[in-house]
């Protein structure tokens, strides 16, 4: 069975810093495109980025663009999500997803295309 597995939220305050991390196996996971989404109360979950299975190219929705980014680790099976200067908007369950076919990039990074999830890290951002 596949697994996600995400780590790292927390309670922290405005301008500073996390990093998410996002663990899986049963899966190859060289070959697939992994993304990070995130939704806030009342709101649609939205992709935040993604990261190619090939090129290991990143795409980020711009509200994130020079504050995040998206990396992984094949030899760990691990995709991280370091957040820096964080806002009170970017309070959100954050969620890893697996893209639905592996060898396939990251397309639109909208939730419908990424068929594994994991059950998300809560993130904070309050004074």
């Known amino acids: 069975e596949v697994q996600l597995v995400e780590s790292g939220g927390g309670l922290v305050q405005p301008g500073g810093s996390l990093r998410l991390s996002c663990v899986t196996s049963?899966?190859?996971?060289?070959?697939?495109?992994m993304a990070w989404f995130r939704q806030g109360p009342g709101k649609e979950r939205e992709g935040v980025a993604c990261?190619?299975?090939?090129?290991?190219?990143?795409y980020y929705a711009d509200f994130v663009r020079g504050r995040f980014t998206i990396s992984r680790d094949n030899a760990k099976n691990t995709v991280y999500l370091q957040l820096n200067s964080l806002k009170t908007e970017d309070t959100a369950m954050y969620y890893c997803?697996?893209?639905?076919?592996?060898?396939?990039?990251?397309?639109?990074?909208?939730?419908?295309?990424?068929?594994?999830w994991g059950q998300g890290t809560q993130v904070t951002v309050s004074s």
């Open positions: 997803a697996r893209r639905t076919s592996p060898h396939t990039g990251c397309g639109s990074i909208r939730p419908r295309e990424y068929g594994s």
């Open positions: 049963e899966f190859p996971f060289a070959t697939y495109s």
């Open positions: 990261i190619s299975w090939s090129t290991a190219s990143t």
